[in-house]
């Protein structure tokens, strides 16, 4: 279930209009192309036109790796590709679907694209339909 922030965060984002709340900023480029979420001032995605990028900081900087910072990426997931979700296990960050296998997430930044429905997860390309 998403609470009230990651519900108005992704509003803004699929808006493109920039919005700052409590932990969580959305900023919009001049022209509108691009949304970044920002976590405590530290960028955590982009969406830059079919596609979104998440930051390797989330998974390589244990700083970052919170729940916070994991809610704020299923939330994000749950908009623009629904039966996508990050999970974690032993330390471990993992994107998965249902009834699907686990893509570990280690390193890199992953860029999702969402008309084409792939993964680029350190750098291999993974159907994700």
């Not at 990050?86 to 999702?112: A, G, T």
Request: glycine share 4%.
């Amino acid at each position: 279930m998403l609470r009230q922030i990651d519900l108005e965060m992704n509003e803004a984002v699929r808006s493109r209009v920039p919005l700052l709340k409590d932990n969580t900023e959305v900023k919009v480029s001049g022209s509108g192309f691009t949304a970044s979420v920002f976590l405590f001032g530290n960028d955590i995605a982009r969406i830059v036109g079919p596609w979104i990028i998440f930051s390797k900081l989330c998974v390589e900087d244990d700083e970052w790796k919170t729940a916070t910072t994991k809610r704020r990426i299923n939330a994000l997931l749950h908009e623009f590709v629904p039966d996508l979700g990050l999970y974690q296990f032993k330390n471990k960050w993992y994107f998965s679907r249902e009834k699907s296998h686990s893509l570990v997430w280690h390193s890199d930044n992953v860029s999702i694209n969402l008309n084409e429905e792939f993964i680029s997860l350190n750098y291999i390309r993974h159907q994700i339909i």
